[in-house]
């Protein structure tokens, strides 16, 4: 059964086809040669035979690697009676012994070393010794054997190389690419969660202005101002984060902490949302777990300013170093009434939380409890 071929074997290039002909030429030319004479003594129509069997070898030697065993079999019989064939067999040697292959170069060679060794004890001269060509004809195969082994041997070496080349770009490409996706993700997360959180608190404002009917010019314009910090906050904000992305190896500015928690809660009572704090963490908190925290409660504290205003927002907080820190947040769900104003979500507030406890290696959940809504996350706290 004839084996597919080893797929380090390279394409040849017409400058490839030029040297082995001129080789197998030359190796044709030093055989047949010192046989002429030999031959025209047994008749005219064996070096007709020997032209002839030469010309066929030299066409079907180009067809080696589709069928390498099978042609270089039927080379090496040629060789039998014809001295130009020995160029055409023993480059079919060659190509089979780059396959390594054991079974197939001990079949080949033997095939042609004793055809190649009748052909020399027909033509040999009168002082030719039956060693001499004996140890000619096996010098010739044991070393187109051994150059073909070489050159099997630096195809796949080469090959290997040059895979694992392209494996370790494939890689790094892949590599860069997730980085790319994940710095992207990380922006688009810090994007919204700062953009939601003063956008809600813009829309609020601007909504109640719309309600109520008994401001003054004063109370009007001391509304106004809040709008219009608010959105100046917003502004500031996403030059940030844009600036990040314009500049090669920006970095978004210093993030907030666990400390800074305090002052978010500060400025979400002033806009008018009552917040009720038990925190229970008396382990001080890594700046790591801390600027999830931070975010998380940042995102249910507007999630309550949208989707329940004038609510009350429970959050506890509670866990220790070597276990886990868990946040709960729970706000009473808004009575039925008429309508009232409110920022529109698209739901990628806990879409953006989840992800952030999950890379912290924790989770999220929300539920609705009796006529409360409850947010539950919580993150690993290595020791």
């Known amino acids: 059964m004839q084996h ?63 069928r390498p065993v099978a042609v270089a079999i039927v080379l090496g019989l040629t060789t039998t009676v014809s001295g130009i064939a020995g160029g055409p067999a023993l480059l079919a040697l060659v190509s089979v012994a780059t ?31 039956v060693w001499l060509v004996l140890v000619l004809n096996a010098i010739a195969t044991g070393a187109a054997v051994g150059w073909g082994l070489y050159l099997g041997s630096r195809r796949e070496l080469l090959w290997g190389l040059r895979n694992r080349v392209d494996r370790a770009e494939a890689e790094q490409a892949l590599r860069i690419e997730q980085a790319r996706a994940n710095e992207r993700q990380r922006i688009a997360r810090e994007m919204h969660d700062v953009l939601a959180h003063r956008i809600s608190q813009i829309s609020m404002h601007a909504g109640a202005l719309g309600f109520r009917q008994d401001l003054d010019a004063g109370g009007m314009r001391a509304s106004v101002a809040v709008i219009q910090e608010k959105a100046h906050e917003a502004l500031a904000d996403l030059r940030a984060v844009l600036g990040v992305l314009r500049e090669s190896g920006g970095e978004l500015a210093p993030q907030p902490t666990y400390a800074d928690l305090p002052g978010l809660l500060v400025e979400a009572r002033a806009a008018g949302t009552a917040v009720e704090v038990d925190d229970r963490i008396v382990d001080e908190v890594p700046d790591v777990l801390g600027r999830t925290v931070y975010r998380i409660v940042q995102e249910g504290v507007t999630n309550a300013r949208k989707h329940a205003p004038g609510q009350r927002l429970s959050v506890v907080l509670h866990g220790a170093a070597g276990e886990r820190l868990d946040v709960t947040m729970r706000n009473p769900l808004p009575a039925p009434g008429p309508l009232r104003p409110a920022a529109p979500g698209a739901g990628l507030g806990l879409v953006g939380m989840s992800e952030r406890a999950e890379l912290a290696g924790g989770g999220l959940e929300h539920r609705v409890e009796g006529r409360d809504f409850v947010l539950h996350a919580w993150i690993a706290w290595p020791a």
């Open 4 to 66: 597919p071929e080893p797929e380090y074997q390279p394409r040849l290039s017409t400058w490839s086809h030029v040297w082995r002909l001129v080789v197998m030429l030359a190796v044709s030319g030093v055989t047949w040669g010192p046989a002429i004479d030999p031959e025209q003594r047994i008749g005219d129509w064996f070096v007709v035979l020997d032209v002839v069997l030469g010309a066929v070898a030299y066409v079907l030697v180009f067809f080696r690697r589709r």
């Open 99 to 129: 396959r390594r292959r054991g079974r197939e170069i001990g079949i080949v060679a033997s095939v042609g070393f004793a055809c190649a060794q009748q052909y020399g004890m027909v033509t040999r001269g009168p002082d030719d010794s």
